[in-house]
């Protein structure tokens, strides 16, 4: 018997693994951390169903941790095989999984300090340099390049447009002699005809429509099931937050994702000092992933967007553009604290939960000239969501900051396709898949995603759960 196991992001958006079992070959399709809550968090402790060392391959839809980052666990735990991921995706991981390590090995020592761990010592879940070591067995393959892994199973990535490098998983194994067709979408990116509507997007805009064979089982991500973005273009309301910031002599502070939306922001920011929506002040960039990721972006020239090919072709890599700096050391990074002329602070980490933009905030918070603008979402139990829910004060390492600076937010930044965008992506599917499944969204987002396509595309639609097998016939 083949089966489809979701041994992750089943009722919730995290911890993407889903194991595909053809009898003869074992493969998980992402191996991502859970993050978020305690009860989410755990499950990164527990044994998987079947031994690492059984497993046969992984294959990676893109280089978010909650995607990528339990790889270096399932290495820790004997997996020997390989990871297959586009090129791109694979230049992300090598920034992206040591960085995990090292906040792993960070978190055990904090709670060896504190002793607040019931374990003794407090272990991380893996290191920096184990993050290190299992990347060499990660192997690239282009998109719309057929990979054989068995005479049975053979998988090719198409475009997710979600973030650098984001692709969906094609299928194909041999059952009882018929070929199935599984389709694993990963985050799916905003759908090309919401360009107007997702400006700035630095990669392609658009996942590509699953043609060929009709499939047989689509998994299928719901992060948005129950959500509309904005319409509206973001660029007036940046250039007005950003204007009278800095006529009240004030300074900018943006916590971002260091991968995509930093990059996503910069071009933002760049088009309007260009076209004269904001003044030329300093623009900081405080993260030194972001920094990296955006060595990486420039690399992989073929993942651009339309409106990104332009924007280099007239003003070339951010990493030389005037008054744009480029913080990579920490003396860099102090010496902005000092400043006091109106400028842009772009830092991570995006929901305020550790990194620079910590120390910016402890200097910027007290000030009523000065604005923390929101660009993603702001999980609750965050200080990000603390000040933007407009608390007096947000407690930062064990000070107690007051709040008096401008708080403002622009929701239309998201790389996740909304509930009208996925409907629209569905519609290009020929023929109904046989059956599908919806993973990574939260019970109430699945549940109205499912509804919605049952009602508009009359599917076979179910949403998966935790530990669940589903068979493939
Ligand atoms: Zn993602």
Sequence with gaps: MAYIQFLGAAGTVTGSKHLINTG?????????????????????????????????????????????????????????????????TIDLCG????????????????????????????????????????LKNFIPVAFHTPTQLSPKFSFQFVHAAHILGSGMVEVSVDVNGATKQLVFTGDIGRVRESNGVAPGKVVRTGPETVDGQPTNVLVMESTYGNREHPKTDARPELARIIRETVNRGGTVV????????????????????????????????????????IEIFIKHTEEY????????????????????????????SKKVNSMVYPMIIVSSSGMVTGGRVLHHLIHRLSNPKNTVLFIGFQAPGTRGATIKSGAPTVKIFNLEVPIRAQVASIEQF?????TPELLQWLHTFERAPQVTYLVHGEPSASTLLKAAIEKEMKWNVAIAEWMQKVEVD
């Excluded at 744009?324 to 050391?329: G, P």
Aim: net charge negative; charged share 25%; glycine share 4%.
């Design 414 to 418: 998201s790389d996740h396709a909304d």
């Design 95 to 134: 920034v992206i999984l040591p960085d995990s390590g090292h906040l792993q090995e960070e978190d055990a020592d904090f709670h060896n300090r504190q002793k607040s761990s019931k374990h003794n010592p407090a272990l991380p879940l893996y290191t920096l340099e184990e993050a290190q070591d299992c």
């Design 24 to 88: 003869d070959l074992q493969v998980l399709v992402d191996c991502g951390l859970f993050q978020g809550k305690k009860e989410w968090r755990e499950r990164n402790w527990q044994d998987m169903p079947i031994p690492a060392r059984e497993i046969d391959a992984v294959i990676l839809t893109h280089a978010h941790l909650d995607h990528c980052g339990w790889i270096p666990r399932l290495h820790k735990e004997g997996y020997r095989g390989k990871v297959y991921a586009t090129p791109a």
């Design 305 to 332: 967007s339309d409106e990104t090919k332009a924007l280099i072709a007239k003003y070339g890599s951010p990493l030389k553009w005037d008054n744009f700096n480029f913080d990579t050391t920490s003396e860099q």
């Design 254 to 293: 943006i916590p971002a994702f260091a991968v995509e939306r930093t990059q996503k922001l910069l071009f933002m920011l760049k088009q309007l000092m260009e076209d004269g929506q904001i003044p030329k002040v300093p623009v900081h960039i405080d993260s030194p992933m972001a920094i990296k990721a």
